[in-house]
């Protein structure tokens, strides 16, 4: 688990392989400080596995289906990377719950200076933005933020000088497509919102059920804990 507060900026320093599956090597330097092998690492957002490191990097081995649903398959080569060790027990929960399993993708189509802080307008796909609520929190590229607003296509969060400057996202242009991951327990409740209420109920109750348009019961409450 982690929590989208980025501990240091890396750099993208090779990429081996294709669409069937890449091993990237990460320049990195505070998150080596304590690494093994198996360490979780995000990168970008993207919960990786150090296979191996050496003296100022690490690499990990990137799956098809991760380079599909995130922009790790399309960083050029000398790209700085978000970066944060898995949380420890006992830390500090700065961020929020950031599982480091990315929902999809958006795309920044406007940067915009207001005094001190730097508005992102991200667009994204309705199955990500349906999931967002305002002063609710997303991670992009792995940084932990809270949503200003949210729109039909889009939605905005704003960064303070200390999230630009100490993240990747401080120079990300329009255009830019960026990793979102929605806050997971979001996805729980819709989750659970569409199981059914009792795996030993009727066609008849099940169809009463959706009828009522809520398929929230006291058989699918206790079955939840409650």
């Known amino acids: 688990m982690f929590t989208g507060i980025i501990e240091e900026t890396g750099i993208l320093l090779s ?4 669409s069937s599956g890449s091993r990237l090597v990460i320049g990195a330097d505070r998150i080596l400080e304590d690494i093994k092998r198996g360490d979780s690492i995000a990168v ?5 596995t150090a296979a191996s490191f050496d003296s100022g990097c690490f690499l990990a081995d990137v799956m ?24 420890i027990a006992g830390g500090r929960f700065g961020g929020h719950i950031v599982s480091g399993h990315i929902d999809g993708t958006g795309t920044i189509v406007n940067v915009v200076r207001d005094g001190n802080a730097l508005w992102y307008t991200i667009r994204s796909a309705p199955s990500i ?4 609520i305002e002063k609710g929190s997303i991670a992009i590229d792995g940084v932990s933020l809270t949503v200003a607003q949210v729109r039909e296509q889009d ?16 120079a990300l242009k329009p255009g830019r497509v960026v990793n979102l991951e929605n806050d997971c327990v ?5 989750r659970f919102m569409k199981i059914s209420p009792s795996a030993h109920s009727t066609e008849d109750e099940d169809t009463k059920n959706r009828g009522t348009g809520s398929r929230i019961t006291p058989e699918l409450l206790k079955q939840c804990g409650f």
């Open 44 to 48: 970008n957002g993207v919960c990786l």
């Open 15 to 18: 990429v081996k392989g294709g």
């Open 186 to 190: 979001g996805k729980y409740i819709e």
């Open 155 to 170: 939605f905005s969060v704003s960064l303070i000088p200390h999230t630009a400057s100490h993240t990747t996202l401080g």
């Open 64 to 87: 098809p289906e991760t380079l599909k649903r995130s922009n790790l398959g399309c960083l050029p080569i000398k790209s700085s990377l978000n970066l944060e060790r898995a949380m």
């Open 129 to 132: 933005l349906r999931r967002i």
